[in-house]
Structures are given as C-alpha cells and as structure tokens.
C-alpha cells in the first residue's frame, strides 16, 4: 500500500487542523490504518487507528475528545481531524497501514511520508 500523508502546519493553541492519508495500491477492505506522531529523540507513538471493512477505532488516551479519525471509502483517504490543538500535540505525524489494528509501529509495513505539525502557545 502507497500512502501520502498532507495537512499539516502551525497552528495556535485551542485550534484545528485535519490531516488526510490517501492510499492506493491495493484494496484496504483488510487493512486498519493508523496515524502515529514522532518528536525528536523519542519513539514513534499510535495517536489513532481504524479498520477499513468495520470502522473499529481506538485512540490514545492523551487524544480521546479532541481527535477523531475517519475513513473515506469512495477516496480511499482516512482523515485525521484534530480539534483543540495543545503544544504538545506538536509533532510529524505519519500515517500507516498493516492487515490488522495493532498500536506498535513495529506491527505496520505500509508507512507514508510525515507531515510536520506546529502547536504555538
């Protein structure tokens, strides 16, 4: 599976944003697709995930009613729209795919390219 990640920027605190991750290669009906967020000198961390065929989702806790992850069938594009931005938040976000939902990076194959985004306080 090819992935592209766009979306990201600066934004201020309190604000929004929402990345896009388009897939194409291959049928997704067995795939989960996951975003994860890196900063420097730490481990690539899960933010958000969901299966294509059941919609299943799972967060991280330091998201959960903020961020909401979606999928668009018909586009092949799972989205990540993120709401009440923090500074902490800030990060490259990298969006991934693997045949199951797993929450480890080491667990997806499929990685696209990262887009970087800024929180400012």
């Known amino acids: 599976v090819q992935l592209q990640a766009s979306g990201g920027g600066l934004v201020q605190a309190g604000g929004s944003l929402r990345l896009s991750c388009a897939a194409s290669g291959r049928t997704l009906s067995s795939y989960a697709v996951a975003w994860f967020r890196q900063t420097p000198g730490k481990e690539r961390d899960i933010v958000a995930a969901i299966t294509w065929s059941h919609g299943v989702t799972y967060y991280a806790d330091s998201v959960k009613g903020r961020f909401t992850i979606s999928r668009d069938n018909a586009k092949n594009i799972v989205y990540l729209q993120m709401n009440n931005l923090k500074p902490e938040d800030t990060a490259v976000y990298y969006c991934?795919?693997?045949?199951?939902?797993?929450?480890?990076?080491?667990?997806?194959?499929?990685w696209g390219q990262g887009t970087e985004v800024t929180v400012s306080s």
């Open positions: 991934a795919a693997a045949k199951g939902l797993y929450y480890t990076g080491s667990s997806y194959s499929d």
